[in-house]
């Protein structure tokens, strides 16, 4: 589970030892993931235990699957969650903003994939959950960088998901509306400059939804998606109703995001 330590991944990873699972929360804040774990294994079902990791270092997240791999028998689930969000127009983005996003949503997936797919094909067996985003599946304005890396994961996980199957290998990506993690509040890495308008990031994340999902029924939703095979996971209800909107009537989505446009440029009046 990378980005275990918090968000989604967290919400997921105690939805799973829950159930019994033994679970590896791998995450760049180690001492965030080591308090996932130990306040997971205080729950008595299944265990986990956590280690620090950059998703970025291809090897690092290779040499980390291998020992998982090695030290409890085999790689059942293999979950790339780590991300982060960059928002601003794209005067305000410089090639740094393109490059760690890109680095960790997309390459770190890769890296992730890269890993996992060979141990899971000589078992015969596997799960590979990629968390993309609904920003993968519609426009999104003010959210660029960020939109573009989620597309490329539906895409490589839609384009996997079928040579996988001839592996026994089952590849699922989630693509959740906004939901209620400490990402949307971050507001981009800490050593890159601030977007005017990422302090805003909860409150427009709030308001386009009317509200923001919980990581806890996201869990449920991606565990039932795991098991029925789903190859996307959209949640929540109307993360779903914006993608078939997007998908029947194309043009509705650039007129809201007009709207939304508008409305950004009042906050930063």
Known sequence: MTGGASGIGAALSRAMVARGDTVVIADIDGEGAQTQAKALNEQGTGRAWATDLDVRDADAVGALVQRVAREEGRLDVMVNNAGIAVGGEMHELSLAHWDRVIDINLRGVVHGVHAAFPVMS????????NTASLAGLVPSPLLTPYSATKHAVVGLSLALRPEAAAHGVRVTAVCPGFTDTPILDKAGPADLSKPALAEYGRE???????????????????????????????????????????????GLSNAVGKLEMRYVRRLKA
Not at 122 to 129: D, E, K, T, W
Not at 228 to 250: D, E, Q, T
Request: aromatic share 4%.
């Open 122 to 129: 000589r078992q015969g067996s596997g799960h590979i959950v």
């Open 204 to 250: 427009l994340a709030s308001k386009a939804q009317g509200g923001l999902y919980s990581p806890e029924a996201l869990a449920k939703d991606i565990l039932r998606g795991m098991d029925r095979n789903r190859g996307l996971v959209v949640a929540p209800r109307s993360a779903r109703v914006a993608w078939r909107a997007v998908r029947l009537a194309p």
